[in-house]
């Protein structure tokens, strides 16, 4: 016998004492939790947003679109940054400003060679402002999951309020599963020693978060 | 389960030795209580907190209750997704699986994503004896790994290490493994992670093989989710080429929309945070996005004889957040390794005597590892009732009776162990039953009352060891009733 059809086997002799019309799914589940935590207007959320970011050790900036290209070529001559990582959507201008070499999100790159660029630019697919949280889903804006993780500086533009969600539900609504996803909150970190937080461990140790609107 | 800890003795002897330690209480006392506050904290923030909880208990519930259908529907999502479903009945099962699609990568290395359930089936060891080298790459598995010991919590499974002991171990091992600690290493936390991030990023760049497990798997859509803080999970997870998730039967979870439950939940229970650094979600491959293959491993290994308990079932409802380690008292004080098994604790003592049985003396001696005293039902987000699963379990020692181990119903013997228990339990049924006996016994112990030892001979002695033995009144109840009229008479 199969080990799967040994274990499916083993499932349903422990199982039966469950009656055949044992409540569906649908209505086995409540829902009565909150779809939001409180009532916020727009501008509120997107404050909440930024707070959030802030409380886990983002750096948080806000900025037009006329404004962007300035301030992405300040973040990356700030972290003293000669190559930045590009996905292949990201929008033209907002590298406009800033002298950085571009490095192209390619599939043929190795790790090692990722390992010596210094910082990323990508969007996002949405933020949550209750757990300060930014969702990438390797969109062209956003690429590669890699590109996010191996470079120690990361620069994530939220175009808000578009692309803010109040709660983690409404993210889940919004998400598309079938794609690689990443939540990200605040830069890397760990609780291992005394379980205590320290921030800084194998993910980019600088995460910035700028909201365009 | 895993063979690292057969031969452990029971709980009260190994945590004999534990609480004797002073350093490891100071350690365990230190960072139960930091995370306690910060966890109440976190909870509180959320004002239906009780509402999420019974979500998650319900959606878990149902889930058990229908878990052959649901890891169908998971087995074909993962299949129509790219990745391959493995089966595997026990730890050996599991094993050889695992070794196996690691020979056919032909690497001799792996990179390991923190995971309860490769813990549990010992596959770091079974790699080893394949010639393969497993890199824990969580720093707290990375200090356990380093120091060649034992874990010791669910979350941070060094807990009982401080900062300087960390360092210690760093700059002692680190080298043997690969990038040697930093010059001057101190015990700053900050440096102690730097360490970590210089010695595993180059572990990190050439890998080729990456197994993990999960902490949910979504059978409608067949997509995987691992929770994390370091970024060693996204590492292990999207660069390479090859990677392998190991996950119990239990952790599967009907649909996408249920994640938003567990998202709010789990966070906030095991770090105390809004939200985790990262959570990666998967679903079977991506092209030219993270790796080409993808296996994923269904363990069993006790879970379907859990399963065939009706009362103990709820221990699969556990998503391994630790919330109850952190509060209870008896861990505080004994450590995890007096526990015997990956799985310490409140939740390790349900739960390894259902995984594994209680034929032996530490499994048999697991479900009294506990006060009864409830913190740990009161803060677990999925409600798991531990002190009704303890007494339950407590039951099935004593007296024995119907149990499932290894897919087959077998009937337990009642331990021997506790056989004095049962001659006294026997004798009070013969007294109780008899009121006359009764009556003659109870006098006389009045007024023998002068004679009694403060203390019991024999095997009663660990009781008063630390207690007195109560007091025999002068006069028995019974007796004082009857002549007072039930005090009526204000008599003395």
Redesign the interface.
Known sequence: M???E??????????A??PAD??P?AT???????RE??ERTTGRTVELLAE?LAD?RALVHRSTEAELPALVARLLAGRGAREVLVPPGLPVEWLAATDAVRVPDR?TD???RL?RVDSVVTGCALA?A????LVLD?SPDQG???IT??PDHHVCVVRVPGQVVAS??E???RLD????????????????????????????RTLEVVLLG | MSGTYLGMPAFPVAAHEAVRDTTLRGNLRHATHTIRAKRAAAVAEVSDWAELREAGRRIKDHTLRHLDTYLEQLEESVTAAGGTVHWAADAAEANRIVTGLVRETDESEVVKVKSMATQEIGLNKALEDAGIRAYETDLAELIVQLGRDRPSHILVPAIHRNRGEIRDIFRAEMGAWGRPAPEGLTDTPAELAEAARLHLREKFLRARVGISGANFMVAETGTLVVVESEGNGRMCLTLPRTLISVAGIEKVVPTWRDLEVFLQTLPRSSTAERMNPYTSTWTGTTDEDGPETFHLVLLDNGRTDTLADQVGRQALRCIRCSACLNVCPVYERAGGHAYGSVYPGPIGAILSPQLRGTASEIDASLPYASSLCGACYEVCPVAIDIPEVLVHLRERVVQGGEATLGGNKVLLKPARGHAVERAAMRAARWAFARPGALRTGQRLASRTRRLHPRTLPGPGRAWTGTRDLPAVPAEPFRDWWQRTSGGKDGAE
Not at chain 1, 28 to 34: F, I, K, S, T
Not at chain 1, 130 to 133: I, L, S, Y
């Open positions: 199969s080990g799967r040994r274990i499916l086997g083993r499932v349903r002799r422990a199982l004492d469950v044992d409540a799914y086995a589940v409540p829902r009565d939790y909150l935590h409180g959030n886990y599939a190795t790790a090692h390992d949550i209750e757990t300060g949280t390797g590669r999951r890699r993780l191996i983690v539900p993210a889940f609504e599963p079938v794609r690689p996803l990443t939540w990200i909150s605040g830069p890397s970190a760990t609780s291992d020693i005394e379980l205590d937080r320290v921030e800084g461990v194998h993910g980019p």
